[in-house]
């Protein structure tokens, strides 16, 4: 095997599509800024223990492993940013009001998530602690959406659930909540006769609602449906308001209700999204509540962020024009050096040819050029 392959689902970035993800990195962040989100920036790697506190099986399996030659302890690649960015909320910053954090970073999974997904996303996303309230949720809603405007996705479709549903299903059925983990699996897949047997020893109450969620799927009117065939359970209710409100902040998103969808990191606590867009298979966007996570950090915060693959919203934009460029000669010359350091300064990108190698910018469309006229150095157009 030649020994410059990369291992499956890893990949290089080259020249055109790297502008692309660090042109859309940049909008992105200064977005999140302009709504005060402040940025920071985890680690790459941590102490296995403190990368999974809060987080479910999943992120465990799906978390690269190795020994720290100093400590001798079995040290974690992060796979998610969110839980890091929680744990900064909870024990960094030690604020007791709302706090608003960004980051963006690879992360590493030991399996692609999706159909050809890559296994390092780069993973962009904004999450708000300290708020219990639907306003955070609705202001990560429009966060996101916002997010998927500038990257000039015109066309989206949000898919939102709520775990609120089955937890208050769970609340009041002991041999629901002792087969928490089966329940939650089986709704993932949507396993029909798996959930009619798993179900067959729980109380009327539970096990009618719980069999009845795989089909509470469609438009917003399924959130009319699902308070007819659901029990009234203050939780269920409340979180059927919660994503009456949600879907009406929507804008121009087509929304679409998956009241048994419970995909996610296992960390989520209240109402969840997940954006997707034409043409790409899995989820753009996704984000929701996680009100626990804080808890396990030994300070319990409300939360709620969101999201999304920067490498795989950037190939939905269109290859980047080339930029315009001036070309120079390589020269030690104070006149051209203070030239080109002048034009560097006023943003325009000056490339010294280095000798042999004139045209090799691909990235670059030379259109001008500087050059001596009469002792001056000019900008002379090229054709
Ligand atoms: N980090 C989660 C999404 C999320 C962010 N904040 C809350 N949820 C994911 O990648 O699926």
Request: hydrophobic letters at 45%; a negative charge; glycine letters at 8%.
């Amino acid at each position: 095997m030649p020994n410059w392959l990369l291992p499956e689902n890893i990949a290089d970035v080259l020249p055109s599509e790297a502008r692309k993800i660090e042109e859309l990195r940049r909008l992105l962040l200064d977005n999140f800024r302009r709504y005060g989100y402040e940025l920071v920036m985890p680690p790459m790697l941590e102490y296995l223990e403190s990368l999974l506190t809060g987080a479910g099986a999943d992120t465990d399996l799906r978390t690269f492993k190795l020994v720290d030659q100093l400590s001798g302890r079995t040290m974690g690649v992060r796979s998610d940013m969110t839980t890091q960015v929680a744990r900064i909320d909870a024990h960094l910053l030690n604020r007791v009001s709302v706090t608003r954090l960004c980051y963006a970073g690879s992360v590493m999974h030991t399996r692609p998530s999706g159909l050809h997904a890559t296994r390092e996303p780069l993973q962009i996303g904004a999450e708000i602690y300290g708020f219990a309230g639907l306003e955070a949720d609705a202001e990560i809603q429009e966060l996101a959406l916002a997010s998927l405007a500038l990257a000039g996705i015109r066309t989206v479709r949000l898919d939102l659930c709520h775990v609120g549903i089955v937890r208050a299903i769970m609340a009041v059925d002991a041999n629901a909540r002792a087969n928490e983990g089966a329940v939650f699996a089986l709704l993932k897949s949507k396993d029909a006769p798996g959930l009619r047997d798993l179900t067959a020893s729980f109380g009327a109450v539970a096990r009618n609602a719980i069999l009845a969620l795989p089909d509470l799927y469609g438009d917003v009117s399924t959130i009319e449906r699902a308070r007819k065939v659901l029990p009234p359970l203050p939780g269920i209710v409340a979180a059927l308001d919660d994503l009456q409100a949600l879907s009406k902040l929507a804008g121009t998103a087509q929304i679409t209700i998956d009241l048994a969808d419970l995909r996610g990191y296992h960390y989520e606590s209240g109402a969840m999204f997940a954006a997707y867009v034409p043409g790409l298979p899995n989820a753009v966007a996704r984000g929701g509540r996680y009100d626990h996570v804080g808890e396990a950090f030994g300070r319990a915060r409300p939360a709620t962020g969101f999201s999304m693959d920067l490498r795989e919203l950037a190939r939905l934009l269109p290859a980047a024009e080339r930029s315009s460029a001036i070309r120079a000669p390589w020269g030690t010359e104070v006149a051209l050096r203070e030239r080109i350091v002048a034009l560097r300064q006023s943003g325009e990108v000056v490339i010294q040819n280095l000798p042999g190698h004139e045209n090799d910018q691909e990235e670059f469309n030379c259109d001008r050029a500087l050059v001596l006229d009469n002792g001056n150095w000019i900008l002379e157009n090229l054709g």
